[in-house]
């Protein structure tokens, strides 16, 4: 099992998890007809929920193609758009490994740029400055389920001729100037339903683009490089059987057992996303005043997913970061960081040669953040308990 934050936990009975799903019994009676039916790998299943996020993001013209990971949808994508060696792709420093891994996949360059401290996603200004002759694309992350700035990135990209790839795996569902993301004018749209995301299948993502060329190249790629295309045309009749490989493709096709998950956990993403606002404006409502950088707010009108509630210290806080998280911890709650910045990180650091200078608004959130629990199992005294320890911490 991957334990990315599931770790944070306790089996106390009283501790307060970072994360945890909400599984109900129409989840766990869909997934036992899954089991029941002898159909469990990709089929009737995985056709639903396709079909069903297409229609949850409301607009017809998306191709939705589930995958077993965000990461696995992430590397389809930037495979359909063309990236290889010599390549370059802008992405943020903030977020995590995987979406950078991908690039390295394909043996193009990732090229890290610090965020805008006013929502903790990608500046648009360092977009800008890190574009090359070698420049193809770049992937705005929606960190903790706030819009990055879509409008500036893509009037940017759209002037220097680039692709954008979305990571949004914290963002289901988001808004950005009124529009889910998922339906804006990016090529490509990946999200997650890994463990502690918004909506969970255990492990799973979905792509999603209105571009019929890459549609067609990622659903080759995403089963082995299987295509029956060739066949069609030659015959209207194509045999059951029949098929032929075209690529070198991959195995990152998403399983029915985890689409019978993900089809009634889609039916739930709204008022999932309303208990998480809830808490999100107790938590606001409580730390006013104390020495913390305001959690960045959607603008009004839009909505942010909440995936993650970033706690940031100010640099006059009575005590550090560290100290924060351990003085919760023996409180009996679960917290986590998000993210310790790619800059930070030995493979990325010693590959570009990079200094934290460089990133100097990534650094400064990092130093001061803590991930607070915030999910819709947690009950009003399990919030109440967050705010009293932090309060009592911060005094
Ligand atoms: C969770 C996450 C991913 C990867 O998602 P998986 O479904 O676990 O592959 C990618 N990017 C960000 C920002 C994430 O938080």
Redesign the pocket.
């Known amino acids: 099992m991957n334990p990315r934050d599931l770790r944070m936990t306790d089996p106390s009975p009283s501790f307060i998890p970072f994360a945890l799903p909400d599984i109900g019994e129409a989840e766990i009676n869909e997934v036992v007809d899954t089991l029941r039916s002898g159909w469990v790998t990709t089929g009737p299943k995985v056709k639903s929920f396709e079909h069903d996020f297409a229609a949850f993001l409301g607009d017809s013209a998306l191709h939705c193609m589930a995958v077993n990971?965000?990461?696995?949808g992430?590397h389809l994508a930037l495979e359909a758009l063309g990236i290889g060696p010599g390549d370059e792709v802008i992405t943020t420093t903030h977020?995590?490994t995987?979406?950078a891994e991908v690039v390295r996949y394909l043996g193009a360059d990732v090229v890290l740029v610090d965020i805008d401290p006013a929502t903790m996603c990608i500046h648009i200004g360092a977009v800008e400055a890190a574009i090359t002759p070698r420049t193809k694309a770049v992937m705005p992350?929606h960190y903790g389920g706030l819009a990055a700035d879509m409008p500036a990135l893509l009037a940017l990209t759209k002037k220097h001729g680039l692709k954008v790839v979305e990571?949004a795996?914290?963002a289901l569902p988001t808004t950005c100037g009124g529009q889910l993301v998922g339906t804006l004018a990016s090529d490509v749209t990946v999200f997650?339903?890994?463990a502690n995301?918004t909506i969970t299948t255990g492990?799973?993502?979905m792509v999603v683009t209105r571009n019929v060329e890459l549609a067609k190249r990622i659903q080759v790629m995403r089963l082995h490089g299987m295509s029956r295309d060739a066949f069609d045309r030659f015959t209207a009749k194509v045999p059951s059987w029949y098929y032929e490989i075209v690529a070198p493709g991959f195995k990152y096709n998403l399983t029915d057992i985890a689409a019978a998950l993900g089809i009634h956990q889609l039916k739930r993403a709204t008022e999932f996303q309303r208990r998480r606002q809830q808490i999100a404006a107790i938590y606001d409502a409580a730390f006013d005043g104390l020495p913390l950088v305001p959690t960045p707010q959607a603008r009004p009108g839009d909505v942010h997913a909440w995936h993650l509630y970033p706690l940031r210290l100010r640099a006059d806080a009575p005590l550090s970061r560290d100290a924060l998280i351990e003085r919760l911890f023996a409180a009996g709650i679960g917290c986590s960081v998000h993210y310790i910045p790619l800059h930070l990180q030995p493979y990325w650091r010693k590959l570009y040669e990079l200094d934290a200078a460089r990133f100097p608004h990534s650094q400064a959130a990092y130093e001061g953040l803590v991930s607070l629990p915030i999910y819709p199992r947690m009950s009003n005294a399990d919030v109440a308990r967050v705010v009293g320890a932090v309060k009592e911490a911060l005094r």
Not at 69 to 72: E, G, V
């Open positions: 990971s965000a990461t696995a992430l977020t995590f995987a979406t992350v990571d795996a914290h997650s339903f890994y995301k492990e799973g993502g």
